[in-house]
């Protein structure tokens, strides 16, 4: 019986082990394949990761490209410097989702905020950060210095009373030619908000301020030239592609004309001078009085005037510039006395040779304008019409 009974234990024990194996063997592979699925989900995971990231960076990349679109429609629309810089600044502002962004222009005397949406209160502060000591070796080193706060109620180095305004900041100094001309600074309102920003981006939209400014600086040049002549009252040629373009640009087509007083310097040598500036008032006078608001008029160059017929074709102006050079030279201006030996019974009386052309929104007006120049210049000294080219 007990033989018998050890026999039985041993059986018993022989498949409690062999059960205790297969469970083993079971829990094993379950778990091995659970290993298995969770190597290929962190695979999976990091995959996607990477793909994420390379998505990110693409768009990144495209909205830097759309950036750059926008940057160049802003430069070719014919607004003043001002409203550029401030619709530029806007475009990062919104195209990458920055708090604020200020751009500061040395111009010739002092530095200067082109654009910012931060409280002007903090522009004195913003316009002075090239002397602050924490970015003297970004200026020089031409590479951007990037500041963040550790915690609350620390503020960033240059900050003086706003620190509660910004938290993490990039500083971005433009270079022209290799000269130093300004900055670009973006701030945050968190700490380390910038710390996943792709900065090499953004030193291609830096980059693009820059052609920005550069183009921007040499409108500003002709916006700053303006002048109104003394004799004529009306504003100087500069103003055509200020200004006046952004009037004349409203239209698809514009007849362009440009006249010379062919017989100045005649009124000028047999008369005297002053009545040669006589006629250039009474006949600038008179021409303005026609003209709607819509239509430029500009003393181009010496005897040379311009008048732009903004929205008009050349062979429509025809008999309006008829009506002009008729009522022009029907003037009888009374000389100018300027000695006793002048003969006061003649008077001056102006002649006008026309040249007209059309204009097309977008394309070269200084062409158009020199083309007429040159015709007038090389036409015979008597020629007195008007000449559509």
């Known amino acids: 019986t007990q033989g018998y009974s050890s026999a039985a234990s041993d059986v018993y024990k022989r498949q409690q082990y062999s059960k205790f194996k297969e469970v083993s063997f079971l829990t094993l592979a379950i778990i091995l394949l659970l290993v298995i699925i969770i190597v290929i989900l962190m695979i999976y995971n990091v995959s996607i990761h990477k793909k994420i990231e390379s998505f990110s960076n693409l768009n990144q990349k495209v909205t830097s490209l759309n950036v750059l679109q926008d940057l160049l429609d802003t430069i070719s ?32 005397v002092e530095y200067v905020v082109k654009a910012s949406n931060v409280d002007e209160k903090h522009w004195d502060t913003l316009s002075k950060l090239q002397t602050e000591p924490i970015f003297k070796d970004s200026i020089q080193t031409a590479t951007p210095k990037y500041l963040t706060v550790e915690r609350e109620g620390e503020k960033l180095p240059y900050q003086k009373s706003e620190f509660a305004r910004a938290k993490a900041a990039i500083f971005f100094p433009l270079y022209i030619d290799n000269v130093y001309i300004g900055y670009w600074i973006i701030e ?51 103003y055509l592609y200020g200004d006046g373009r952004k009037i004349i640009d409203k239209y698809t087509i514009s ?30 006078q ?66 006008l040779n026309f040249a007209v052309a ?3 929104k977008g394309t070269a007006l200084e062409e158009v304008m020199r083309r007429l120049e040159k015709y007038l210049d090389n036409a015979d000294k008597e020629e007195n019409s008007i000449n559509f080219l």
């Open 255 to 284: 007849a362009v004309c440009l006249f010379k007083i062919i017989n100045i310097e005649e009124i000028n040598n047999n008369i005297n001078r002053e009545t040669g500036n006589n006629v250039i008032t009474q006949v600038s």
């Open 286 to 351: 008179t021409i303005k009085d026609k003209l709607q608001s819509e239509y430029i008029f500009v003393r181009y160059m010496g005897p040379k005037f311009a008048i732009i017929f903004s929205g008009i074709d050349p062979q429509s102006a025809e008999e309006f510039l008829k009506e002009i050079k008729e009522s022009v030279e029907e003037l009888k201006i009374s000389p100018v006395e300027n000695n006793e030996n002048q003969d006061y019974s003649i008077y001056a009386r102006a002649k």
């Open 77 to 108: 629309e014919y607004t003043t410097t001002k409203e550029k810089f401030a619709k530029i600044n806007n475009i990062l502002i919104e195209k990458y989702g920055i708090k604020y962004s200020t751009i500061v222009v040395y111009d010739g």
């Open 358 to 360: 059309a204009y097309y």
């Open 188 to 238: 945050g309102t968190q700490p380390h908000e910038f710390d996943d920003l792709d900065v090499t981006i953004l030193e291609v939209v830096k980059n693009n301020i820059v052609s920005v400014v550069k183009t921007v600086t040499t409108q500003q040049i002709l916006e700053n030239i303006v002048r109104e002549d003394k004799f004529s009252g009306l504003k100087s040629v500069e």
